[in-house]
């Protein structure tokens, strides 16, 4: 990523931000925010999905070593169903960035939108955290964050197996739900946790045919 903005523009302050848990039926929606040296010595900063739980973790450690600012961001599942998922991931992004003990010179965000109310300049980069480094790192950061919050939701609510598909509606997933039925972490506007709710709600009202 040599041609990425914050490589050539020397001198400035330019944020990357990303978030992880757009798609999952349970847990938060996580941002992060990061600024990246001109000169780092961190290799292999990439998309988060591209990379293992592993690399991920270690690159998480090297960048919070490394960032001139980074910060955490988070949106409940609570937040998710008053406001929406697109609503909650740029809540969650605004958090991150405002928690930076730095003002940012220009904040770049991966995706199609801006975020509300934030008194900065701000740019949306549609794939940004394939094209520049600092959104990369972001992601990076976001997912190892929201993974670990679903490891401590795993020791809540063991039942689900929150661990291993960190609230994804994989099979073991629903399984668990259509067993056990919905937790708080669970997001109940999301269709497979309305539908199981709404199921468990019928069944509960006696049938007087």
Same mark, same amino acid.
Request: charged share 20%; glycine share 8%; with cysteine.
């Given at each position: 990523?040599?041609?990425?903005?914050?490589?050539?523009?020397?001198?400035?302050?330019?944020?990357?931000?990303?978030?992880?848990?757009?798609?999952?039926?349970?847990?938060?929606?996580?941002?992060?925010?990061?600024?990246?040296?001109?000169?780092?010595?961190? *290799?292999?900063?990439?998309?988060?999905?591209?990379?293992?739980?592993?690399?991920?973790?270690?690159?998480?450690?090297?960048?919070?070593?490394?960032?001139?600012?980074?910060?955490?961001?988070?949106?409940?599942?609570?937040?998710?169903?008053?406001?929406?998922?697109?609503?909650?991931?740029?809540?969650?992004?605004?958090?991150?960035?405002?928690?930076?003990?730095?003002?940012?010179?220009? *904040?770049?965000?991966?995706?199609?939108?801006?975020?509300?109310?934030?008194?900065?300049?701000?740019?949306?980069?549609?794939?940004?955290?394939?094209?520049?480094?600092?959104?990369?790192?972001?992601?990076?950061?976001?997912?190892?964050?929201?993974?670990?919050?679903?490891?401590?939701?795993?020791?809540?609510?063991?039942?689900?197996?929150?661990?291993?598909?960190?609230?994804?509606?994989?099979?073991?997933?629903?399984?668990?739900?259509?067993?056990?039925?919905?937790?708080?972490?669970?997001?109940?506007?999301?269709?497979?946790?309305?539908?199981?709710?709404?199921?468990?709600?019928?069944?509960?009202?006696?049938?007087?045919?």
């Amino acid at each position: 990523m040599e041609d990425t903005l914050h490589a050539t523009i020397e001198g400035m302050w330019l944020a990357g931000v990303d978030e992880a848990g757009r798609g999952p039926i349970a847990g938060p929606v996580v941002a992060a925010c990061v600024v990246l040296p001109p000169h780092h010595s961190i *290799v292999g900063i990439a998309d988060s999905k591209r990379l293992s739980a592993v690399q991920r973790e270690q690159l998480s450690t090297q960048i919070q070593l490394e960032a001139i600012a980074w910060a955490i961001g988070v949106a409940s599942p609570r937040e998710i169903e008053r406001w929406n998922i697109l609503q909650a991931s740029l809540l969650a992004m605004r958090r991150a960035v405002l928690r930076l003990h730095i003002t940012p010179h220009q *904040v770049l965000i991966d995706g199609k939108f801006c975020i509300p109310n934030l008194r900065l300049p701000q740019r949306a980069v549609v794939g940004g955290d394939a094209s520049e480094e600092c959104i990369a790192a972001a992601s990076i950061l976001a997912k190892v964050a929201r993974d670990r919050i679903m490891r401590e939701l795993d020791r809540l609510y063991p039942q689900y197996g929150f661990g291993q598909h960190k609230g994804y509606p994989t099979p073991l997933h629903l399984e668990r739900l259509a067993q056990y039925g919905a937790c708080p972490a669970h997001r109940r506007t999301y269709a497979p946790v309305a539908q199981m709710r709404l199921l468990t709600t019928c069944a509960e009202v006696p049938n007087d045919g």
